[in-house]
C-alpha cells in the first residue's frame, strides 16, 4: 500500500541525548523518512539546513539541544503497519551480540537504512523485529550489493565508541572480491585518491583523481591473492582467467574497493557500476547473478573493555562456486 504524502513544510528537529554526536547526514537520513539521500546531501550542500541557525556540513557532528532547520521536503507518512510486518519477517543471520552492540550478516541487494527509494533496509526492519529494544543505530554502512558483517549499536556509549574507531582507522576491515584477470603477486597497496559525485539523475558514482584535485578524498586499501581460477563454475569464459582477493581498506570511502581494483584493471564480477558488462552478462547466464564482493572480516576492540573482537562472515550461498570447495573458502 502507498502511503500518502504530507503537505511539505519547514521542519526544526532539535537534538536529544539519543542523537547527539551523530554526523548531520546520518541524523537527517533517520529523521526524514522516505526522503531520497541524494536529495538530503542536495539540501545541506545549497546551505538550505541550518543548525543553529548557521550553515552546516553533512560530516559535522550534532551537540545536545542544537536545532536544525530543514527547508520543506516531501515525506512519507507513517507507513502501514501491514507492510512493516512483512518486511520484517524474514530473519537476519546473528554473528554477535551483547548488551553494547549486534554483528549481522547483511545479505546483498539489502540497504542498510530506507531512502532514495528503500523504504525498509536493515536498520527497520531490525527496529520491526525488536520493538522493545530501545536503542538500535547503524555502527557504519555497506553498498546495498555488498553482503556481510555490519554493525548495529545498542548503546549510545558504544555507537560513539565503535565509530570512532572507524574515523581512526583502527578497525581492520577485510572483504573477498572476485575479479577478472590474473592478479599481479606483487601489487599490495592502492593509494588512488579518490573524488565522490553525482549523475544528472542524482546517482553516486566515485572516480579516481590526482592528488591535487581540490575533493580529491586519501584512500587506502590492500590486497592479497587468495586463488587464481582459469574458469568459472567449470567454463572458460573469452580466455578470461579470475582471482579471488583478500583486500583489508584502512578508509571507508563510498565504493573504494570497487574504484580501486576496477582503476587497476581488475574489476570486481558482477559490479554493475565500475566492472566489465559484457562478462557480467556471460556469469550472468551461468548463474552469478550479483556482485562478488563480501564484507568476511572485522577486527575491532569492544566498546567497553577494548578487548579484541574478531568477526567473520561466511560467504552466502549464492556466491558459493565449485572452484571453492578445493581450499575452503566458505
Known amino acids: 500500500m502507498t502511503a500518502p504524502i504530507t503537505a511539505p ?5 532539535t537534538v536529544d541525548e539519543n542523537s547527539a554526536g551523530q554526523r548531520l547526514d546520518n541524523f537527517l537520513i533517520r529523521e526524514l523518512k522516505g526522503v531520497p539521500k541524494t536529495h538530503i546531501y542536495r539540501i545541506i550542500r545549497s546551505g538550505e539546513v541550518r543548525r543553529n541557525k548557521a550553515r552546516v556540513s553533512a560530516d559535522d557532528r550534532l551537540l545536545l539541544g542544537d536545532v536544525v532547520r530543514v527547508p520543506p521536503v516531501r515525506v512519507a507518512a507513517a507507513r502501514d503497519p501491514r507492510v512493516a510486518v512483512a ?19 547483511k545479505p546483498a541487494g539489502t540497504a542498510v537504512h530506507g531512502g532514495s527509494g528503500v523504504s525498509f533496509g536493515v536498520i527497520e526492519q531490525l527496529r520491526a523485529q525488536r520493538p522493545q529494544a530501545r536503542f538500535l543505530e547503524l555502527v557504519h554502512r555497506l553498498d546495498r550489493e555488498t553482503s556481510g ?8 556509549s558504544a555507537l560513539n565508541a565503535l565509530q570512532d574507531q572507524f574515523r581512526d582507522r583502527s578497525t581492520a576491515k577485510t572483504y573477498l572480491a572476485l575479479v577478472k ?4 603477486l606483487s601489487l599490495h597497496r592502492l593509494d588512488a585518491p579518490l573524488y565522490k559525485y553525482l549523475l544528472p539523475d ?9 592528488p591535487e584535485h581540490p575533493q580529491a578524498q586519501p584512500s587506502l586499501s590492500f590486497v ?8 568459472l563454475m567449470g567454463q572458460t569464459l573469452a580466455d578470461h582467467v579470475f582471482s579471488l582477493l583478500a583486500v583489508t581498506i584502512k578508509t571507508g570511502r ?12 581488475y574489476p570486481i564480477v558482477g559490479d554493475d557500476k565500475y566492472g566489465d558488462f559484457e562478462l557480467n552478462k556471460q556469469v550472468q547466464r551461468l548463474g552469478l547473478r550479483r556482485m562478488f564482493l563480501h564484507a568476511w572480516r572485522l577486527q575491532i576492540n569492544h566498546p567497553s ?13 549464492n556466491l558459493h562456486l565449485t572452484e571453492f570447495s578445493e581450499w575452503g573458502v566458505q
Do not use: C, M
Open 305 to 317: 573493555d577494548q578487548t579484541p573482537v574478531h568477526l567473520e562472515a561466511k560467504l552466502p550461498e
Open 87 to 105: 518486511s520484517a519477517s524474514s530473519t537476519l543471520a546473528l554473528l554477535y551480540e551483547d548488551e553494547h552492540f549486534l554483528a549481522i550478516n
Open 224 to 231: 592479497r591473492v587468495l586463488k587464481v581460477f582459469p574458469t
Open 254 to 265: 563510498t565504493h573504494q574497493i570497487r574504484v580501486h581494483l576496477s582503476h587497476a584493471g
Open 181 to 184: 584477470g590474473a592478479w599481479p
Open 202 to 210: 542524482g546517482e553516486r558514482r566515485v572516480k579516481v583523481v590526482s
Open 9 to 13: 513544510a519547514v521542519l526544526y528537529l
Open 149 to 156: 558483517v555490519l554493525l548495529v549499536a545498542k548503546r549510545k
